[in-house]
């Protein structure tokens, strides 16, 4: 079992940075792939990024991908999403989520247990 929090969420213009954490609890985090995804109003959650338990492996949304950066700290049972050059589009409320199943990184919303309250993120244009 893991509980997740995250935090760092807020209002940015166009063009400026945030960066996401999502603090974990539990002893088993180091052994879990974790992802990024997020909904902006009247419609479903989508993949934004997601990280091999060993953070090898990254994977991105084509709509992040050059902007966004996922990281995790096992030490610090916290992975972050470093978000850069925001759009208006990037509005949504983000949510970290923890997969504890073996195999591979998943970037489906189905692939993922445990999931954070999520931390709202709004750009202004």
């Known amino acids: 079992q893991v509980q997740l929090v995250e935090s760092g969420g807020g209002l940015v213009q166009a063009g400026a940075s945030l960066r996401l954490s999502c603090a974990a609890s539990g002893r088993t985090f180091s052994r879990y792939h974790m992802g990024w995804f997020r909904q902006a109003p009247g419609k479903e959650r989508e993949f934004v990024a997601a990280?091999?338990?060993?953070?090898?492996?990254?994977y991105y949304a084509d709509s992040v991908k050059g902007r966004f950066t996922i990281s995790r700290d096992n030490a610090k049972k916290t992975v972050y999403l470093q978000m850069n050059s925001l759009k208006p589009e990037d509005t949504a409320v983000y949510y970290c989520a923890a997969d504890p199943r073996p195999g591979g990184v998943q970037i489906a919303v189905r692939g993922y247990d445990y999931w954070g309250q999520g931390t709202r993120v709004t750009v202004s244009s």
């Open positions: 990280i091999s338990w060993s953070g090898g492996s990254t």
